[in-house]
């Protein structure tokens, strides 16, 4: 009898579920009728996903239900409902859903919607498109979540971009007599291999090889070239709290461009991210020929410069000049980088010519995640091949 119940009681739990994931239509086929938290929940998901006689049209032609009303605080309310049966990971991808199926862009103009989101990447990138019509009311609430976003992907990412970078440093400044603790064993070795005596079965090290201590005085410079179209909204994020944290190293000087059609320098502002993300503008053309040059005209030491050029490389400006120029600069010693994005979200859809020709040019483009960059420049600082993902 145990055995029976127990069955049974595993078949509701599945039916449950399945009336949960089907939305209750008719067609649904389970018969489950749902109470207490389910049916809240299963109401959440209903004002968002569901369809019905009232559902109107969504731009791209779905229907789409009309239960959230047209309204800041019922938008409000079920952002919170929302929070109270879901976790956050799950929140984010339907305060995404909601913005892109029902166009409640526009509400999160007004400061009770700001405050009621979960906020993330993603409601960032919507802010700052947002940025330009945003009322004064609304620009204070604004800031303070964005400001709450920059502050939590500093916690998780600038300590091992720092180690990371640093280490990459030092053994960047290799010294031919180091102290005993900074032999490069590898290296050394791999130099005195013609010296090895075979009666001995030992190798005499004529020459030692060493990692130098990265001094004030010995710098790298990175520019970081950051196409802000609106695809590019997570990479724009990302890329402005890097550059932050590059710019707090004393060893790397950091220099911070954004472009659309015009070119932006926001280097000045490199000490809070949040002004950086401000000062962005994502949305319209893109012109990267433009931006290169801008950036190739203020690298003054190339041998030690590292370009990352972040873009989906949709080049609206003139490709061959382009493509010169990053051919001049990497022939001058610059060690040049493309990221076609920088965020969890891989590839975006991107010009395939453009990559090609810049990987035959030795610079090939790659989507990276923000756990994978510190790797990538640590490489790129030393003159190592990039850690590319497979996936690329």
């Not at 009898?1 to 509701?12: I, S, V």
């Not at 949960?20 to 008719?26: C, E, I, K, P, W």
């Not at 190339?302 to 010169?324: C, F, H």
Request: proline share 4%.
């Amino acid at each position: 009898m145990t055995n029976g119940t127990t069955r049974l009681d595993g078949d509701a739990e599945r039916l449950r579920r399945w009336r949960l994931v089907l939305g209750g239509d008719q067609a649904d086929g389970t018969g489950v009728a749902l109470s207490g938290r389910d049916a809240a929940m299963d109401g959440t998901l209903t004002a968002l996903y569901g369809r019905g006689d009232k559902a109107g049209k969504s731009p791209a032609g779905r229907e789409r239900s009309a239960g959230l009303g047209g309204s800041a605080p019922s938008v409000a309310r079920w952002l919170g409902d929302i929070r109270t049966y879901f976790p956050s990971s799950v929140v984010q991808v339907m305060q995404r859903d909601a913005i892109d199926r029902l166009g409640l862009a526009a509400l999160l103009l007004e400061p009770e919607m700001l405050e009621a989101v979960e906020a993330d990447v993603h409601l960032v990138g919507t802010l700052l498109s947002l940025n330009k019509a945003m009322p004064e009311t609304t620009k204070e609430t604004a800031r303070a979540v964005v400001r709450k976003v920059v502050e939590d992907l500093e916690k998780r990412l600038a300590t091992r971009t720092r180690a990371t970078l640093t280490g990459a440093l030092d053994r960047s400044a290799r010294v031919s007599r180091p102290r005993h603790h900074d032999i490069d064993w590898n290296r050394t070795i791999a130099a005195n291999l013609k010296h090895y005596l075979p009666e001995y079965r030992t190798i005499v090290p004529e020459r030692l090889i060493g990692y130098g201590r990265a001094a004030q005085s010995v710098k790298k410079e990175v520019v970081l070239c950051i196409d802000q179209s609106g695809s590019m909204a997570a990479s724009v994020v990302y890329a402005s709290v890097f550059g932050a944290v590059l710019a707090s190293m004393r060893s790397i000087s950091t220099r911070m461009v954004v472009f659309d059609t015009s070119v932006v320098d926001l280097t000045d502002q490199l000490d809070d991210p949040v002004d950086v993300l401000f000062g962005t503008q994502l949305g319209g053309g893109t012109d990267i020929n433009r931006a290169l040059a801008y950036c190739q005209s203020k690298i003054t030491r190339p041998a030690e410069t590292v370009v990352v050029l972040i873009s989906d490389l949709y080049e609206g400006g003139i490709r061959d000049e382009m493509l010169k120029r990053v051919a001049a600069m990497k022939a001058s010693g610059v060690q040049f980088v493309t990221l076609l994005a920088l965020s969890d979200e891989g590839a975006p859809a991107y010009d395939r010519e453009h990559a090609a020709a810049l990987a035959a040019l030795g610079a090939p483009a790659f989507a990276c995640t923000p756990d994978l960059f510190p790797e990538v420049m640590a490489a790129a600082i030393e003159k190592r091949p990039l850690p590319i993902p497979d996936t690329a």
